[in-house]
C-alpha cells in the first residue's frame, strides 16, 4: 500500500529556508505525480506545487513562484519542495499529495509543520 512520509519540517525565520521531503514507498514511483499543499490554521487546504511523473513540467501556486521550488529524484523515491524567503503567511502543515497518472486517485502524507517567525 502506497505511504508517504514528509520530512525537513520546524521552525525558521522570516527570510530564511526549508526544504521539505517526502518519500514514496509501496508503490511504483513514476506511475505518480507528485505535488505539495499546506493547510493553515481556520483556512482551507491549499495547493502549493506540483510535479508530472518524469519531472518534466512543474505548476505553482502564484502566491509561491519565484520563491519555493518542487522537484523530484525518482532513484530515491522522493519529491522535494525548497522553500526560500519564508514569510509567516506561509507557515501551515504542509502535505505531500501522491495522484495516479491519468487518474484521480490520491495518496496524502501525514504531513510537517512549518513555523514561520516574525
Known amino acids: 500500500q502506497v505511504q508517504l512520509v514528509e520530512s525537513g519540517g520546524g521552525l525558521v525565520q522570516a527570510g530564511g529556508s526549508l526544504r521539505l521531503s517526502c518519500a514514496l514507498s509501496?508503490?511504483?514511483?513514476?506511475?505518480?505525480?507528485m505535488g505539495w499543499f499546506r493547510q493553515a490554521p481556520g483556512k482551507e487546504r491549499e495547493f502549493v506545487a506540483s510535479?508530472?511523473?518524469?519531472?518534466?513540467?512543474?505548476t505553482y501556486a502564484e502566491s509561491v513562484k519565484g520563491r519555493f521550488t518542487i522537484s523530484r529524484d525518482n532513484a530515491k523515491n522522493t519529491v522535494y519542495l525548497q522553500m526560500n524567503s519564508l514569510k509567516p503567511g506561509n507557515a501551515a502543515v504542509y502535505y505531500c499529495?501522491?495522484?495516479?497518472?491519468?487518474?484521480?486517485?490520491?495518496?496524502w502524507g501525514p504531513g510537517t509543520q512549518v513555523t514561520v517567525s516574525s
Open positions: 510535479i508530472v511523473w518524469n519531472g518534466g513540467s512543474t
Open positions: 509501496g508503490g511504483t514511483f513514476t506511475n505518480y505525480d
Open positions: 499529495n501522491a495522484r495516479v497518472r491519468g487518474g484521480s486517485k490520491n495518496y
